[in-house]
């Protein structure tokens, strides 16, 4: 079955440090990945997606099939990127969507 | 375009009491997931429609959880009796089928209280 590990439930920086949010996966198949963010009494919502390989809010992540590793990473925090960060799993050929525990990111002043 | 939407935003009860909660998806969108939220801890998928027949329920309680979306559009979740332990946020999402790396909306959940 397929699993996602998020092994920090917390994370703390300064605000301009770098931030890596750490992500493993285990499945068989081909997997989607993808960051979830939520920001304080807000819902739940996609950050960015593998297959995109795109940079949204300056944040990137890299789907890494040999280590099946999907951190995300920034080079400079903002005190606006706290929130809780999900990462997310989806079966290649089935809509089945499943979520790690979440880190909480505070990006300090 | 209009968000998913879920209702009540809140609802407390005692345990062994029964409880719905209603989702009207993003139109169009095939796919719908209700997902379980426990305080600290990352959504759990209970259940997932593609239309209106239901892709993967194994982690439903089925003994007490049920749920539906009949004519493929809006779903209820219900629950019944309640349990202490069902205490959590459900969250309802919805997806436009076809296509790797479409995102799924999510709506604001139900925080349910059983005391």
């Known amino acids: 079955a397929q699993r996602v590990t998020q092994p920090e439930k917390l994370l703390s920086v300064f605000k301009g440090a770098p931030v890596e949010l750490k992500c493993n996966y285990s499945y068989s198949g081909s997997p989607e990945l993808f960051w979830y963010v939520q920001y304080s009494r807000q819902r739940l919502q996609l950050l960015l997606r593998?297959?995109s390989r795109e940079s949204i809010k300056g944040f990137t992540a890299d789907l890494n099939k040999g280590e099946t590793s999907f951190h995300l990473k920034k080079p400079f925090a903002q005190e606006e990127d706290s929130a809780m960060y999900y990462c997310?799993?989806?079966?290649?050929?089935?809509?089945?969507?499943?979520f790690g525990k979440g880190t909480k990111l505070t990006v300090n002043p | 375009e209009a968000g998913v939407a879920q209702s009540p935003r809140y609802k407390i009860i005692e345990k062994r009491q029964s409880v719905a909660f209603w989702c009207n998806p993003i139109s169009g969108h095939a796919t719908l997931y209700w997902y379980q939220q426990i305080l600290g801890q990352g959504p759990k998928l209970l259940i997932q429609?593609?239309?209106?027949?239901?892709?993967?329920d194994s982690q439903l309680p089925k003994d007490r959880f049920s749920a539906e979306r009949l004519k493929g559009v809006d779903s209820t979740l219900k629950i019944q009796p309640a349990k202490l332990e069902d205490s959590a946020v459900y969250l309802c999402a919805s997806r436009i089928t076809g296509g790797p790396g479409t995102e799924a909306f999510f709506g604001q959940g139900t925080r349910l209280t059983v005391v």
């Open positions: 593998h297959i």
């Open positions: 997310a799993l989806r079966q290649g050929g089935s809509e089945k969507l499943v």
């Open positions: 429609f593609q239309n209106n027949g239901v892709v993967d």
